[in-house]
């Protein structure tokens, strides 16, 4: 677990600002939820978070992100290491389909480069699965195909994925935007029993998805033509609650986005 920070966010795409000076403390052992309308830069905040925004062949970036006060960002820093510590879970399931159960949970290792006697990777795949929620309906099919599971087994063997290389932060963007109900409240539970080992930040576009798994929130918004900042942010109940913002209260409560 650790504390994410990031200062003074600036965003572009090409010549396209995206995020104005974004700064935001993501408290170790907490669920932070981005809330906000579409196109207002959350995803792209949460891209930032583990280096992925630079990716994209025309973006770029001002600004600082701390990781336990050192910077994910510094030229000394491995890429692989960043990475390793802040894991990702995107919108849409994406196991690799014809690899197996097994083999997906321990795919990180390879590509961070952490290598696992036979034994170690049996313990990590038990934890990893368990920690996700998923450990007593796959146990006796570790050898079938990840891409067989349903919709909210592929999330939450993607979950399990990223927990075993034992990142510090679990970064979800809309992580339940594709599954049912059921599958949803499934992974919320997984949230919540994962908020003790690892420190979350969540986007989502469900207001009461944001309450239910949240401690803090950060609400982000562009206006016409500006770029996307943060308009207030704070602890879960009050943002909901009793805003400070007339816009936050607006759109909490469904009146726009």
Known sequence: MATLEARGITAWFGDHQVLDRVSLTMPAGQVTALIGPSGCGK??????????????PSASL?????LDGDDIYDPARRLTDARKDIGMVFQKPNPF???SIYDNVVAGLKLTGVRASRDEKDYLVERSLTSAGL???VK???????GGLSGGQQQRLCIARSLAIKPKVLLMDEPCSALDPTSTRVIEETMGELQHEVTIVIVTHNM???QRVSQQCAFFLASQGQPGHIVEHGDTEAMFDSPIDPRTYDYVNGRFG
């Open 62 to 66: 001002a600004g600082e992100v701390l």
């Open 97 to 99: 389909p014809a690899m």
């Open 208 to 210: 009461q998805q944001a």
């Open 140 to 146: 006796d099919r570790l050898r079938a195909p990840g």
């Open 135 to 137: 450990w007593k309906e």
């Open 43 to 56: 995803s792209t905040f949460l891209r930032i978070l583990n280096r992925m925004h630079e990716l994209v």
